[in-house]
């Protein structure tokens, strides 16, 4: 398998520093409530107005963080630790928080960018020589707050493959929730077996063409985290059977034009799918079927990872994806 290494770190570095505070080409969520309203990004989201959209720039800070953490002799550590010091500044990160109080920002970003913005503050609650966490806080929880009042009124999981996909956020929400709310991981629970326990077998059409999430195994993943293993095995086979959809149609996908940000979101969806398949395999271990997982994972992040830098509508966020799914390759050693 893959592993992450500090050249990798290092390049993965210097492509997130290259876009996190690049204002522009920009993509704002953004609802106008009159012409005073009509403001750049840097002034409406002065800590995350960079990487072409909010929520690619909160992810790609955890990019960042993470392998600040990692790897904290690389050059590239010093250069991540001095601007997050002038970026994650309390009046910076409170006009970020006052943007949620308006009232036509109650659909802000939902679920895609709350659930990033609860794993960026994860990882930086594990920077303890920094403030970065503490000062992140206060947003996280707004976020969190925001997953407790919307998930009793999501009647259906939302199955898309992007950024609307309930499970996804789910996922990065919950293991935030796991160290810092019992409440949002509770309500994350129990919403989650309401939503996908009598699941039947699955035969969906993915990919679609504009995708970068597989709907099945973003669930699959997400029910994995929920379930204890003598639970989640049986509803693994009954959603994701041997001889079904994983053997018969969960091929890397191929992209055709890298400079067509929906087209290369298919980039995202062979690096998401080998993070997914990562994780399953681990968690299914020793099962019989965890092996072959394991190598449909390496065989979607070898198609992805040599496309992570190149055209700016893949470079401004593929990295974050082809982390996580090196991330879960480093866990699985550990199995």
């Known amino acids: 398998m893959t592993a992450l290494t500090q050249d990798i770190a290092r390049n993965f570095a210097r492509i997130a520093l290259g876009h996190v505070a690049r204002e522009y080409p920009h993509k704002l969520d953004h609802v106008l409530e009159g012409d005073a309203d009509a403001l750049p990004p840097h002034v409406l989201h002065p800590v995350f107005f960079g990487s072409f959209d909010w929520h690619s720039c909160v992810h790609g800070w955890w990019t960042l963080l993470t392998l600040r953490r990692l790897f904290p002799d690389m050059p590239e550590a010093t250069e991540i630790e001095a601007l997050a010091d002038s970026t994650f500044t309390e009046d910076r990160l409170a006009v970020e928080l006052a943007y949620l109080q308006r009232p036509s920002a109650r659909g802000f970003e939902r679920p895609y960018g709350w659930g990033w913005l609860l794993y960026l503050h994860l ?12 000062r992140l806080a206060p947003l ?21 493959g992007t950024h609307y996909n309930t499970s996804f956020a789910l996922v990065l929400a919950r293991e935030w929730a796991e160290a810092q709310d019992r409440e949002l991981l509770a309500a994350i ?17 993915e990919p ?11 669930a699959t993943l997400l029910m994995s985290r929920v379930l204890d293993q003598g639970e989640f095995m049986p509803w693994f086979g009954q959603v994701l059977p041997d001889g079904g959809w994983l053997e018969a149609s969960c091929h ?4 055709s034009d ?21 994780d399953i395999a681990r968690r299914i271990a020793p099962d019989a079927r965890c092996e072959p997982l394991r190598r449909l994972a390496q065989q979607h992040l070898d198609a992805a990872l040599p496309h992570v830098a190149g055209d700016y509508m893949g470079e401004h966020w593929l990295a974050s994806f082809a982390l996580l799914a090196l ?9």
């Open 258 to 278: 890298r400079s067509d940000g929906k087209i290369a979101h298919l980039d995202g969806l062979n690096l998401s799918r080998s993070w997914c398949l990562s």
């Open 140 to 160: 996280a929880q707004a976020f969190a707050e925001r997953f407790i009042a919307f998930l009793p009124l999501l009647t259906y999981p939302i199955t898309v």
């Open 123 to 134: 990882e930086a609650m594990r920077h303890g020589d920094k403030p970065w966490g503490e």
């Open 252 to 255: 890397p996908v191929s992209v």
């Open 327 to 335: 991330l879960s390759f480093e866990r699985a050693k550990e199995v």
């Open 208 to 218: 679609g063409g504009d995708e970068f999430l597989s709907p099945v195994l973003t």
């Open 189 to 205: 629970d129990g919403w989650t077996r309401d939503a996908f326990t009598d699941r039947g077998v699955y035969a969906g059409w």
